[in-house]
């Protein structure tokens, strides 16, 4: 009698007390969740062609259990044509929930994949899923734009911005593929299986289909950005033959009236294909080291560069705008200026010297001892206005690009230097010189090439800054547009029209009445420009060269920068002349 | 309860061990409509005989070609391959007859401790038998009947109690020496199986896809039946097979499963019913031989629901003894009903006095 009571007691507590917990262990026991993979949106260049796709592909997949079971191991190796190893470190990975199976290879030929379900039952446990990836119908062009994706990393997991996301779920990694990850990602499909005890599974309980993510139009323009390219990569070989060191560089262009991007080129690049089956770490390694050049960093907006003298259009804006100079003051350059001294005596680079030059004409010759001028009596009010110039321009702050990883830049002032050199008592000072060399662009001064080209862009319209841009628009299923991208002001410098007007005409000036290097030709509307050559310790020239067209109402401007590449205008100005004849031809 | 668990059964073999359930049931009824004519009395001068015969009978399937090898023991009586019946089962109730009527030669007195334990050596001997085919479950059956009619033929309670400590004791030696002959490589006196079964008694989390499954299993099904149950045939860890024998030892975890507390407490109570009948059988009958019969198929019945159920909750070790009158199992059920014939044939010719009294 007793013990019938224990039993009912026991069953009481089982089954009425814990009797919930143990529904869900039953359910647990019974029920499995397979997620469908959802096809990412796509990505469209400004005119519809498309830069990444997707394709239909068959993926091979085992649980982690295979890897006790060797033979299996070799013969799964043998037929995907990879090393034992390899299927062992894939089927292990950490990343999938413990229950989920590996994707052991993917792009799998459709022989072996039919190889593989006739013997099913020499591969137990092995599966074969179609799965979309990526496709990138223009090789490595827009790569480090659009970037590349890959499996969701354990931080970004428990980050509450992937709350939602499953740990093999494959997210962007970097540019437009990060930017805009919760545009592109789609919403998996779910499916709760009823399996047995051996697994097999008896019914499909319930089931949601996938939902594919949303396609975006993206600013950049698939030609010019093409051209862009090519054009980079020819003016690095050349300087490089030249005897220069010419490893890497970025040009951009812009819109000058919206800040839409259309093209952004950074070199050396990569194909985003190689991420597409997760990437080895031997390809990993090498896109990580200084003898490739770090291809995956895009230069447009992550590396940071003295501007040269590109950034004299500035100095000239800071001395008009600031009454330190007219459009008659005049400085005779004689090749070596010492106007903080004859101890501290700086050459133009021209030793010979320019002789008298007014602002058209030092712009024109890009003549250093004229902007010393300025800046020694930019100096000497003590207001930094070039510094507070430059920064209503946009520089030594993020432009807000909607892309990952922007630089800042910097522009050197008193108080940063003395920060700067808080270890170093006697650098800690502010002086003459280093307004000077800010005046031609050089000493602590950075800049990105997105920066110089949105700085431009506001010469060029007349004094707004837009925030640059590469998302167009995001397309709903049936293709038609549903937000669009708005052009949105970050900054009106505050300075007079008339500033403004005699830059664009003496940048006018520099193209049509250059004397020195090669003019732009054919591309059959007038440009603005200025060329750029910075010097950087125990390293050969920068070129820069930056521009916008039409001269007399703008729409493009075009930042082109190699990294030692020598003189900007051999060998950066060529790559912007690329460019505008493309766009306007 | 016959209808109970022809449901169950046909429920869980997904009606394929109907047929021969009910042929269990059939020719059970026909034995016992036998027994409950034939006077137990008689039986007592055929018990040795009988007992002959069942060991000859439990024997027989080591023969090669008589035998039928299921779950691991090689218990089954077969011909020509036919699966006949599990001699075992019916020796149940020819123990119960035999051990009963030793004890009534003894005069019914176990007034020494030297009776007592002549006694119970003579009860070990077909508990040594089973245990060689091997079938532990069967073997504890034994020992259960002994005591329970050692108990009431006036056997002390507290001999009674030191064997049932000695008992565990013994368990507890034969593990620990186990482990000590498996670590030093030698020869084990039990299977790597029976072990398990008992650690896992201790650690329920033990052996989690062996032995500690099966408990796991059967403790998920039974929880997750919740008051009211999935409804016959619709509890998952049944249908699905995650449930070990589920027709057979773990067949209350499916009630439990199915037909939830609700189920399980009507059993329950069937269950105590059938036991308290048993047991105002025993306390009614005319002469000992009936007591002590009642007695050891009281106690038969108690232990192996106690054992059965006992072990689907995890309050005792995993042991493949089947559920009276619920489990799949021709020879078992036969047995059964032949008990209730002998309860029967006790209960016809108990004296009426308290009848006459009456009027």
Sequence with gaps: MLVFIVLLTRLWSMQIINGESYKKEAAQNSLREATTIAPRGRIFDCNGKVLVGNRSTMAVLAPTTIVNDTPLVLRLAKILGMTKQEVIDKATTKKEAALDLRVIAIDVPMKTVAYIEEHSTSFGGVEVQARAVRTYPNGSVAAHVLGYTGEISDTQLNSSTFKNYDPSDIVGKTGAESSFESVLQGVRGRRVLEVNAQGKIQTIVSETQPGSGQDIELTLDLKTQKVAEASLKKAIMRSRAAGNKAVAGSAVVMDVNTGAIVAMASYPTYNPEEFINGISTKTWKRFNSKSSSYPLTNRAIMSVYPPGSTFKAFTSLTGLNYGLINTATTFDCVGYWTGLGKTWGKWCWLHTGHGIQNLYSALINSCDTYFYNVGLRDYKTGKENQQKLARQFGFGKLTGIDLPSEARGRVPDAKWKAAWNANYPEYKKWLPGDSVNLAIGQGDLLVTPLQLVTAYSAIANGGTIYQPHVFKSALSSEGKTVITAKKKVTGKPSVSNSSVQTLQSNLRAVISQSASGPKLSNVGVPVSGKTGTAQKTEENDYAWFAAYAPSNNPKYAVVAMIEQGGGGGTYALPVVDDILVSLFK | ?359
């Design chain 2, 1 to 359: 309860m016959l209808v109970y668990g022809t449901m169950m059964v046909n429920s869980t073999t997904g009606g394929s061990g109907l047929a021969r359930q009910l042929l269990g049931i059939v020719v059970g009824i026909g034995l016992l409509v036998l027994f409950w004519i034939f006077d137990y009395r008689k039986i007592k001068d055929w018990s040795t005989p009988l007992l002959i015969l069942s060991a000859l009978l439990m024997l027989a399937p080591r023969i090669p070609g008589l035998g039928y090898s299921a779950g691991g023991a090689q218990s089954w009586l077969a011909i020509a391959g036919i699966r006949l019946f599990q001699p075992a089962e019916p020796a149940k109730l020819v123990i119960i007859l035999f051990y009963a009527s030793i004890v009534v030669r003894n005069d019914g007195k176990i007034e020494s401790l030297k009776e007592y334990l002549k006694l119970l050596g003579i009860a070990f001997i077909p508990v040594i038998l089973i245990l060689t085919q091997p079938d532990l479950g069967t073997s504890l059956v034994f020992i259960a009947i002994a005591l329970g009619i050692l108990l009431m033929g006036g056997a002390k309670a507290r001999w009674l109690i030191t064997t049932l400590v000695l008992g565990i004791a013994l368990i507890i030696g034969m593990v620990s020496l186990n482990t000590w002959l498996g670590d030093t490589g030698k020869p084990v006196i039990l299977k790597a199986y029976q072990m398990n079964r008992l650690l896992v008694f201790v650690d329920q989390t033990r052996d989690p896809k062996g032995a500690g499954y099966n408990l796991k299993q059967s403790k998920i099904a039974i929880g997750s039946g919740e008051v009211s149950g999935k409804g016959i045939g619709s509890g998952t860890q049944g249908k699905l097979n995650f449930l070990p024998a589920r027709s057979t030892d773990f067949i209350f975890s499916v009630i439990g499963e199915d037909l939830g507390f609700t189920g399980a407490a009507v059993l329950l109570g069937l269950y105590l019913a059938l036991l308290m009948v048993a047991l105002s059988v025993a306390v009614s009958s005319v002469d000992l031989f009936g007591t002590l019969v009642a007695a050891g198929i009281m106690s038969m019945w108690v232990f192996q629901i106690l054992e059965n159920i006992g072990m689907t909750v995890g309050a005792m070790p995993i042991t493949g003894i089947p559920l009276p009158f619920m489990s799949y199992g021709s020879s078992f059920m036969v047995t059964n009903l032949a008990c209730v014939g002998v309860l029967l044939s006790i209960w016809t010719r108990r004296p009426f006095q308290s009848i006459s009294k009456g009027v």
